[in-house]
């Protein structure tokens, strides 16, 4: 019976969301608990991995951030190429609106967050802070919409889910290219040759997944004394996995590491992640802090950036005849779907964490403040634009293969 529950609920659509939720409360607690100083001095214990001559010591927050979470974008990876080939990503025709959404909803945060940070001053320390709000919490997003799934048409759910994808791909962008410190060339190098190795790999008819996880990995010992931030080689190794399955039938090396990779991302991985970062000290902090240049820029950036962004981006490409909306789905909706992305939570604690890395204290639990009234806000917002639509009788859905969500 019990196993039963279980089962049942790791199937659940939300259940991912939830138990990111379930940490994210944890973490709070223990952060405004009596053992707050022993929370922290857990978080901040050093650990060291030494393979031969590789070496690398960190915290245990960083090894959750450098470490397991480019096991996350791995995942990522997997499903972009996945959706790429054959989902949602290879139709030009049903692309071209969440690809657009997501770059309005991209732009117009980081331009809120940019105004709000004009208007305040202007202080230089924070403006890499921009990116924060960029990012879309598919967990999060995923559970939101399941609390109104008779209200959203599957169309609306597959534009959610594409535009998440291509915003995360946005994300693994940004990392690349606003957070490269000094770079090692001999070990990006060594990072290169190991994807290209694994691409070789791939065209020769080589499918085996335990090789492509271990040169995954190996370009993660790589890339981290590179300069470039560690999970990028996560992404670039997922994108040498073969998609095609083996001539003998099965599936292939991406479909099994995805779905081997899944549960694991969900109720382990992205928990970890919140357990270790969402911390929020509410010492010092009260609701005047909301209006701080920071945690101002952030909320506004999730509530207000989010929707306006993917819903003007939307709008224009339907006037200009280069995208549709979904089938049976109304402006309403799409408002609703795009506050409903402005829930940032765990890739904006993550990019907040490499803006303002070695800053203090301070900045780090304004940055969670801005997130959380952020995420919570968009969710409101988006919740309620769904819950007053009318129910949607959707059809019994196909298989993958039949390419119906």
Known sequence: MIRRGIQRFVQFEASGGIALAVAAVIAIAMANSMAAPAWQGWLESRHVLQIGSFHHEA???????????????????????????HGELSD????????????????????????????????????????????????FAVAAVSLVARRVPLGLKVFLLTLAVVDDLGAVALVALLYTHEVDGMALAGALAVIIGLLGASQLGLRRPWMFVAGAVLAWALMLKSGFHPTLAGVLAAFTVPARAPSGGGQSALDDLHDDLDHWVKFAILPLFALTHAGLSFQGLGPGNLVD???????????????????????????????RLPARASWRQIWGVGALCGIGFTMSLFLGGLAFDGL???????????????????????LVALSTQPVVHHPKPADRNGETP
């Open 59 to 85: 915290s245990l927050a960083d090894w959750v951030k450098d470490g397991l979470m480019a096991v996350f974008f791995f995942h990522v990876g997997l499903e972009i190429k996945r959706e790429v080939i």
């Open 92 to 139: 030009p025709q049903r692309l071209a609106l969440p690809v657009l959404g997501a770059l309005g909803g991209m732009l117009v945060p980081a331009a809120v967050y940019l105004a709000v940070w004009q208007m305040t001053g202007a202080d230089p320390v924070l403006m890499p802070g921009w990116a924060i709000p960029v990012a879309t919490d598919i967990a």
């Open 293 to 323: 240049p920071l945690p101002l820029g952030i909320m506004l950036g999730l509530a207000v950036g989010k929707p306006v962004g993917v819903v003007l981006a939307a709008w224009l490409a339907v006037r200009a005849g280069v995208a």
């Open 360 to 382: 203090g204290a301070e900045l780090a639990a304004e940055v969670r403040l801005g997130v959380f009234a952020g995420s919570l806000l968009a969710a409101s917002i988006g």
